[in-house]
T-cell receptor, first 110, second 116 residues
């Protein structure tokens, strides 16, 4: 699975959009981009995933560049409860499990 | 809401004792994962099962760790003998493969293990 690069930490003002970047320049054609988050003392939580097209669900939007070498997770109106570590993971749809990196620690500030 | 459950939530034990952690995956899920999380190493995959068969346990110290799925509703992770370096949070996750978003895993709340 391709490696990802994320900033170690970011701040966001409450109510503003949080844009979390992820670089995955070695992504292969059959690899998806997955985003998970881990709120303190809880298990990781699935947020969203995509292959080529932009995706949106009730939690977030995922924007994948046309060359697929990077993506951005957007939390449109961040709240204090969105403070967490956000993991960007690139993985094929095959049998291999997810491999978590260090992620980005997002702090939403009042 | 269907959830992955784990027991116990907290465990404090002494070095050398046996520790057994249990996980109940979401009904209908065919893949179960065991992860360990520490401050130093982050989230590491220990082992995973599909349809109750072990697919990969290369992340586990084989001499002291063992993972099993006695049935589709129960996964266990056992440490014998436990050591202080095993202190960590152990997460179980389940998923459905194949399926839409095959890497969509649902995590349990974790077992916080402290070995004195």
């Amino acid at each position: 699975d391709a490696k990802t690069t994320q900033p170690p930490s970011m701040d966001c003002a409450e109510g503003r959009a949080a844009n979390l970047p992820c670089n995955h320049s070695t992504i292969s054609g059959n690899e998806y981009v997955y985003w998970y988050r881990q709120i303190h003392s809880q298990g990781p939580q699935y947020i969203i995933h995509g292959l080529k097209n932009n995706e949106t669900n009730e939690m977030a939007s995922l924007i994948i560049t046309e060359d697929r070498k990077s993506s951005t997770l957007i939390l449109p109106h961040a709240t204090l409860r969105d403070t967490a570590v956000y993991y960007c993971i690139v993985s094929s749809s095959g049998n291999t499990p997810l491999v978590f990196g260090k992620g980005t620690r997002l702090s939403v500030i009042a | 809401d269907a959830r992955v459950t784990q027991t116990p939530r907290h465990k404090v034990t002494e070095m050398g004792q046996e520790v057994t952690m249990r996980c109940q995956p979401i009904l209908g899920h065919n893949t179960v994962f065991w992860y360990r999380q520490t401050m130093m190493q982050g989230l590491e995959l220990l082992a995973y099962f599909r349809n109750r068969a072990p697919l990969d346990d290369s992340g586990m110290p084989k001499d002291r760790f063992s993972a099993e799925m006695p049935d589709a509703t129960l996964a266990t992770l056992k440490i014998q003998p436990s050591e202080p370096r095993d202190s960590a949070v152990y997460f179980c996750a389940s998923g459905l493969v194949p399926g839409a978003g095959t890497k969509k895993q649902f995590f349990g709340p974790g077992t916080r293990l402290t070995v004195l």
